[in-house]
């Protein structure tokens, strides 16, 4: 089994695969049932290759565009369900806090 993850780099895609619960950046924490895409696999690969060119390493934000914020278009693009609120909401929470914090000094 594999998983498939995004992350920073300068140059390429930031989108790659590991073996499952095994990605040496992240702690495994739990696995997350989404179930079966209806998809075919000829289908899954391109949707793969779009994702790649779709998120280049080099636009990893921290807050606004991470390896939640992949998973959960990967999700989408899959036809599955959705990540649980649960998966993303620190990145969320704080990104809102920043865009409050920006516009109230912008004022």
């Known amino acids: 089994q594999f998983e498939w993850s995004f992350g920073f780099c300068e140059q390429g895609t930031g989108v790659y695969v590991v073996e499952a619960r095994k990605n040496p950046i992240y702690h495994y924490r739990e696995s997350v049932d989404l179930g079966y895409s ?3 696999k000829q289908q899954i690969k391109q949707l793969l290759r779009q994702m790649k060119q779709e998120w280049p390493g080099a636009s990893y934000e921290l807050l606004s565009r991470n390896c939640c914020h992949f998973c959960e278009a990967l999700a989408e693009g899959l036809g599955v369900r959705p990540l ?3 998966v993303n909401r620190l990145a969320v929470s704080a990104d809102a806090t920043a865009a409050f914090t920006n516009q109230a000094v912008a004022v």
């Open 38 to 40: 209806p998809l075919s």
């Open 84 to 86: 649980p609120a649960w």
